[in-house]
């Protein structure tokens, strides 16, 4: 038998349990109600803030659109190269090309000639980098091709490395813009074959350098008067937690840069027989992962070591390689990468930036490289397809390349990057979410981390 106690008690819970969820509804739709939506507020005026001088461009490596991968796939990546760059540079021993002369006098150039064509007939400007050096030019024990590639030149080979440099130079007449040597590489104080003045100094041997850079400049020259040529190529090492620093540069909200990078730039401007461009390079995120910001503040870093850069010189400033990351979201978040690499070279265009050569163009299946890159991988079939940051940097090249009057822009709050011409405009939406851009008065909704491209107002 049941009691009617029972039944009564179980009604009671009953009641409770749905007024509760009922309460729970209700106050869940009243927080959605009351939540602030994502909207900025954008004034985009018709005065002009800036010319823009910033070309696109890449850096092939060892995975790239070779010949002998899927050949479908290769010529999709070479359609995409075509569209989404301007700029495409090759090295000229390691990242896809053999040593260019295995001993002395004796050359062999077949991989350099063939990237060379991948440049030509993805009608690119081409780069060529003057870097590494064959083995038998480096110091004894460190002449292995491969092993040993980034050992600088022995002070006693820089000569047959400037005329090494000088034969290519000659024959691609067509390549206008090179860049001598990559990331000081091999010419930290204590490597083999340092300058005395730099030995044990903890810091880079910008002395060794300039001796090389100006053999190559003069021999490069001596056949080329029309070449371009660029330096010092050196890393923009910074650290968000500036107390551990042995050499603290300038600070800024998103970290501190390493003072021996901006020692080598004023030894480079102040020693160069000449120089056509300053180049650099460097990751947004710091050295000791410390981010003082969220990763879209960390890409100011571009801008402000733009900034500092084009207080000592009026040469244009290159990013020969350059690089975001964020250790909080995963690399196969590519709509993220896409936003936040866009940010980057809007932070470049704004801060005078005059190349970003992107390092590594084919990605993986998805499109993943050190960064997003432009294709997916041209070693299976289907591959060698477009990213969306190659419709981003097609969107750069297309829309705001160098002599695109840019306007000035105000936005109301950070989640949100906005470049502006009178013809297009890019808005970079920040957020994981929607957002609501409302600008001069007309209301855009973004997906989360868009990356829009669309008529100016």
């Known amino acids: 038998m049941i009691k009617l106690e029972s039944i009564s008690k179980k009604l009671t819970l009953m009641s409770m349990l749905s007024l509760l969820i009922l309460l729970a509804l209700t106050t869940k739709s009243v927080q959605a109600a009351t939540q602030p939506k994502a909207v900025t507020t954008v004034t985009i005026s018709s005065n002009v803030a800036q010319v823009s001088t910033l070309t696109v461009g890449t850096t ?18 070479k359609l995409v190269l075509g569209k989404s760059v301007v700029y495409q540079n090759q090295h000229i021993m390691g990242f896809g090309a053999d040593d260019p002369e295995p001993s002395k006098g004796h050359y062999d150039l077949g991989s350099l000639d063939e990237r060379v064509q991948l440049m030509r007939s993805t009608h690119a400007q081409m780069v060529i980098t003057l870097c590494g050096a064959p083995g038998w030019m480096r110091s004894p024990g460190h002449m292995d091709d491969w092993k040993d590639i980034e050992v600088a030149p022995d002070p006693k080979h820089v000569q047959d490395f400037a005329q090494l440099s000088a034969l290519i130079a000659a024959r691609y007449p067509d390549v206008k813009y090179f860049q001598v040597w990559n990331e000081l590489k091999g010419m930290w104080s204590d490597a083999p074959g340092a300058s005395a003045s730099a030995l ?61 990078g901006l020692d080598v730039i004023t030894y480079w401007l102040k020693h160069k027989h000449g120089g056509d461009f300053v180049t650099v390079d460097g990751w947004a995120l710091n050295n000791d992962k410390v981010m003082k910001t969220d990763a879209f503040g960390m890409v100011q ?93 097609q969107a750069f090249k297309d829309n705001f390349g160098p002599g695109t009057a840019i306007r000035k822009v105000a936005t109301s709050n ?7 011409s009178s013809a297009k405009m890019m808005l970079i939406n920040h957020l994981a979410g929607k957002q609501t851009a409302i600008v001069n008065g007309k209301s855009f909704t973004l997906d989360g981390y868009q990356v829009l491209v669309t008529a100016a107002v």
Do not use: C
Request: overall charge negative; hydrophobic content about 30%.
């Open 60 to 77: 092939h490596e060892n995975n790239d659109a070779n010949s002998w991968n899927n050949t479908g796939s290769v010529s999709s990546a």
């Open 200 to 260: 044990n100094q903890n810091r880079w041997d910008y002395e060794r350098y300039m001796t090389l850079y100006n053999a190559v400049y003069d021999a490069v020259k001596k056949v080329r008067p029309d070449a371009l040529i660029g330096g010092p190529y050196v890393p923009m090492d910074t650290d968000g937690d500036k107390s551990q620093m042995s050499n603290p540069g300038p600070s800024y909200s998103w970290g501190t840069i390493d003072q021996r």
């Open 301 to 393: 870093k571009f801008a402000d070591i733009n900034n500092w850069i084009h207080k000592q010189t009026n040469l244009p400033v290159w990013w020969s390689e350059w690089y975001v990351d964020d250790p909080t979201v995963s690399h196969n978040t590519l709509d993220y990468y896409n936003a936040l690499q866009s940010t980057a070279l809007a932070n470049m265009l704004t801060s005078g930036g005059s190349s970003a050569l992107l390092w590594q163009p084919q990605g993986d299946k998805d499109g993943y490289s050190f960064t997003e890159g432009l294709f997916t991988d041209t070693t299976i079939a289907n591959g060698g397809k477009a990213t969306k940051f190659a419709a981003s940097s």
């Open 414 to 420: 950070n989640n949100l990057t906005v470049i502006a």
